[in-house]
């Protein structure tokens, strides 16, 4: 048996930011895209087509926040729910800086 001590996980706020920021990295190499992880514009433009509505870029991001909050607040405590929120959420305020400032 090791006597080795396994520390509890980190679920402070600066953790989850962190966590939060790999995912995007990670994605960005996942989908060999240097810039990271947008791919909303993309998805806003063919539910638009799809469907006749108009959502933005950042409706879109503030959309997939809800759905990390929707699931966050039932069954088991899940970090991911919470790392992806916070990454969508930053998400939704760099397509609002690029179109509404």
């Known amino acids: 048996m090791s006597s080795e001590t396994v520390s509890p996980p980190d679920y402070?706020?600066?953790?989850?930011?962190?966590?939060?920021?790999q995912h995007m990295r990670d994605r960005a190499e996942?989908?060999?895209?240097?810039?990271?992880?947008?791919?909303?514009?993309?998805t806003v433009t063919a539910?638009?087509?799809?469907?006749?509505f108009e959502l933005t870029e950042?409706?879109?991001?503030?959309?997939?926040?809800l759905l990390?909050?929707?699931r966050?607040?039932?069954?088991v405590f899940v970090p991911d729910d919470y790392e992806d929120?916070?990454?969508y959420f930053a998400l939704a305020g760099e397509a609002a800086a690029k179109n509404r400032s």
């Open 85 to 87: 929120g916070a990454a």
């Open 58 to 65: 950042e409706q879109g991001w503030l959309f997939m926040v």
């Open 72 to 75: 966050a607040s039932c069954g």
């Open 47 to 52: 539910f638009n087509a799809l469907y006749g």
């Open 30 to 42: 996942q989908r060999d895209a240097g810039n990271g992880e947008r791919s909303m514009a993309k």
């Open 68 to 70: 990390k909050q929707s």
């Open 12 to 21: 402070s706020a600066p953790a989850f930011l962190e966590k939060a920021a």
